[in-house]
């Protein structure tokens, strides 16, 4: 058995990567996400602690599936139901662009929360009777997206993606996330989070039966701990040598990621034109604009409605 690990520069936040067990059939990605993604994005929207919490995964989530897109798109993983988060979406793209918020009902939150007396609450508990969906979206129109769609029966985010990777791409699939908040000195706090996808490669006439391999890499994947995940003291390129280092493990050249908003003034634009006339005056202001803001960013666009329409 070898015992070395072959590793780009990875011992930053804000990237995903992909990895491969040397001489083993299974394959894998890793991601870490701190102040230029997921504290940024946290911070904005300012929620529960566990609200934030699972935003912070399912953006984890977005960004570990999005390294697998073979065209120009977007992953985005929704949940929608009729608990206190009615609607969770967290996007990640093939340009490395990420966002992602919660419509969250504050009166059934604090509900929860006193019901659960603080604990975290599960899955099923948040977001009530729905379901979750992993989205595939090519940028390009004449692609079909693609839409897996997975009852919220998981206590756990981690749970329900295992579940949409067994139903929707039939390979065995291991998932793990971690979110965490890191004090420092002053009082401030910071988020950052951590995650890994571990997946059998299929035996054939070369590799021969790969299930035995892929049992042992289960094995070990799944002795990471939260902490290790999200430790910003611990690398990733560490964290793999501690999980694989027996066989050894290749790390691949990371890809940087970034809290990057996709809306736009001008595709803003075009929903509203698009829309019948009068019914976009009804939104419109005492002074005769139309303001809107963006959900994910914050961002804030504000268009006189006579320009809108000037050609009607």
């Known amino acids: ?21 040397e001489g083993v059939p299974v394959r894998g990605r890793i991601a870490r996400l701190g102040d230029a993604t997921l504290d940024s994005i946290l911070k904005r929207h300012d929620y529960p602690r566990w609200a934030a919490h699972l935003l912070g995964e399912a953006l984890t989530l977005a960004v570990l599936t999005s390294a697998s897109l073979k065209f120009d798109g977007k992953v985005i993983v929704q949940a929608q139901g009729d608990g206190p988060i009615s609607l969770l979406v967290a996007e990640g793209r093939s340009d490395g662009g990420m966002r992602g918020y919660l419509r969250l009902n504050r009166e059934k939150w604090e509900k929860l929360d006193r019901i659960n007396r603080g604990a975290r609450p599960h899955i099923p508990q948040v977001i009530g009777t729905g379901v979750m969906a992993i989205i595939l979206a090519p940028n390009d129109p004449r692609q079909e997206p693609y839409q897996g769609v997975v009852p919220l ?6 749970a329900c993606a295992q579940t949409y990777f067994s139903q929707s791409e039939q390979i065995p699939t291991r998932v793990r996330l971690a979110v965490a908040e890191i004090a420092e000195p002053g009082g401030v706090r910071r988020w950052r989070s951590g ?3 571990l997946q059998q490669v299929a035996g054939d006439e070369a590799r021969g039966d790969t299930e035995e391999a892929w049992d042992n ?3 070990l994947f799944d002795t990471v701990t939260d902490l290790e995940l999200a430790d910003p003291d611990l690398s990733s390129d560490r964290l793999l040598y501690r999980l694989f ?9 990371p890809r940087g990621v970034k809290d990057a908003c996709s809306c736009s003034e001008e595709r803003l634009r075009r929903t509203l034109e698009a829309m019948p006339q009068d019914e976009v005056m009804t939104l419109a202001e005492a002074d005769g604009a139309i303001v809107a803001d963006c959900q994910f960013c ?5 268009f006189p409605a006579s320009d809108l329409f000037q050609s009607s």
Do not use: C, K, P
């Not at 029966?153 to 981690?158: I, S, Y």
């Not at 914050?298 to 504000?302: C, E, G, K, Q």
């Open 153 to 158: 029966d998981g206590g756990t985010l981690e």
């Open 195 to 197: 995650g890994a996808l």
């Open 217 to 219: 890499a289960r094995a």
């Open 245 to 253: 280092h027996e066989s050894g493990v290749r790390l691949e050249a």
């Open 1 to 21: 058995m070898s015992s070395h690990l072959e590793v780009q520069n990875t011992s930053g936040d804000d990237f995903v990567a992909t990895f491969q067990i």
């Open 298 to 302: 914050s961002r804030v666009y504000r």
